[in-house]
C-alpha cells in the first residue's frame, strides 16, 4: 500500500515542485514505485519531467478531479524508471470552484488515489501555492504531510498557519493526518541567517526536522529546463545527493509505519480473528485520534 505525502506550504518559492519531483527521482534509486500527482495549476512539475503541455490536454488531474477520467487513464510514464506523474493542466485554476458543489468535495482526490495505491510504495502531491480546496483535497488524501521550508526569515511567517489548517483538517476531515516532517531548503551557507533559521526551527520542532537539508545549487535551477530531474542532469552535484539523503531519510520514517499498515491488513484478512483484530485497531487508532491539532 503506498504511503500518501502531501508537499504543502502556502508560501510560494519555497521549493516545493523542486522537492516532490527530486526526491521522487531520488525514492526510485532505492527501487521504490513512486506516483507524482501535479496539483499546482501552473504545472511545473509536469514540465519539470519533460511532460509537455499539449500532452496532457485531455488527460490529466483536473480531469480526474471532476470526474471525466480514471486516475489510470491520466497517468504518463515519465523519463524516470519507476516514477509515473499525473500532470497538471491550466484548467485546474477553476477546479476550486467547480468542486463546490460536488458531493464530497474535499475527498475527490483521496478516492481517485485509492484506487491505484496498491501499485506505488509513495505517492506524493506537489500542492499549489495556496490552502484552498485544491490543498484540503491533498491533506485530506494524505497520510502525512511534509513541509519544504526555505532557510530565510519570511518563510516562518506562514508555517504556523499551515500548522493551523492541518489541525483543522486533521479533525474534521482526515483523523490519520500526521506531519511527516520539516525539509529545510535553500540553504546557504555562507548566510549567517540561514544558519540562524536551522538552529530555530531545530529547537522548536526538533527531530520532526529532516537532518538532510537542500543547498542552494545552479544546477538544481538548471535541471527544469531541460525537462529533467537532478539525478538525471547531475547526479553529483551537492543538490543531488542531498536528494538522496532525503529519500533514504524518509524510507528509514516510513518503514516501521508501514510495517504497522500491513499488520493492520493481515489481521482484517482473518475472520478467526475478528475479535483480536477489533482490540488492535482500537490500541493503534486510540492514540492518534486523540492527538492535539499541535502534534499533526
Do not use: W
Not at 10 to 30: C, E, H, I, M, R
Not at 208 to 222: A, D, Q, T, Y
Request: hydrophobic letters at 35%; aromatic letters at 4%.
Amino acid at each position: 500500500m503506498a504511503r500518501v505525502i502531501c508537499i504543502a506550504n502556502q508560501k510560494g518559492g519555497v521549493g516545493k515542485t523542486t522537492t516532490t519531483v527530486n526526491l521522487a527521482a531520488s525514492l526510485t534509486t532505492l527501487s521504490k514505485r513512486v506516483l507524482i500527482i501535479d496539483l499546482d495549476p501552473q504545472g511545473n512539475a509536469s514540465s519539470g519531467l519533460g511532460i509537455k503541455r499539449h500532452e496532457n490536454h485531455e488527460n490529466n488531474i483536473y480531469q480526474v478531479l471532476i470526474g471525466e477520467k480514471t486516475i489510470q487513464e491520466a497517468t504518463q510514464n515519465t523519463q524516470v524508471e519507476g516514477l509515473k506523474i499525473v500532470p497538471a493542466n491550466p484548467d485546474l485554476v477553476g477546479a476550486e470552484i467547480e468542486l463546490v458543489d460536488m458531493s464530497q468535495r474535499e475527498y475527490r482526490l483521496k478516492n481517485a488515489i485509492a484506487l491505484v495505491a496498491n501499485q506505488y510504495d509513495f505517492v506524493l502531491i506537489d500542492c499549489p501555492p495556496s490552502l484552498g480546496l485544491l490543498t484540503v483535497n491533498a491533506l485530506s488524501g494524505a497520510n502525512t504531510f511534509l513541509v519544504p521550508l526555505q532557510c530565510e526569515y519570511y518563510a516562518l511567517e506562514g508555517l504556523s498557519q499551515l500548522l493551523n489548517t492541518a489541525g483543522l483538517i486533521k479533525k474534521s476531515l482526515n483523523p490519520e493526518l500526521k506531519i511527516e516532517g520539516i525539509v529545510l531548503t535553500m540553504f546557504d551557507q555562507r548566510n549567517n541567517l540561514s544558519h540562524q533559521v536551522v538552529s530555530e526551527i531545530r529547537t522548536h520542532f526538533g527531530d520532526k526536522v529532516f537532518e538532510s537539508v537542500i543547498p542552494r545549487n545552479v544546477r538544481l535551477s538548471e535541471a527544469p529546463s531541460h525537462g529533467q530531474t537532478i539525478i538525471e542532469y547531475d547526479s553529483k552535484s551537492p543538490g543531488a545527493k542531498a536528494y538522496k539523503e532525503l529519500a533514504r531519510e524518509l524510507v528509514e520514517r516510513s518503514a516501521p509505519k508501514q510495517r504497522t499498515q500491513n499488520q493492520q491488513v493481515q489481521q482484517q484478512s482473518a475472520p478467526q480473528q475478528a475479535q483480536t483484530q477489533s482490540n488492535t485497531e482500537t490500541s493503534l487508532e486510540t492514540p492518534i485520534a486523540r492527538e492535539p491539532e499541535a502534534n499533526v
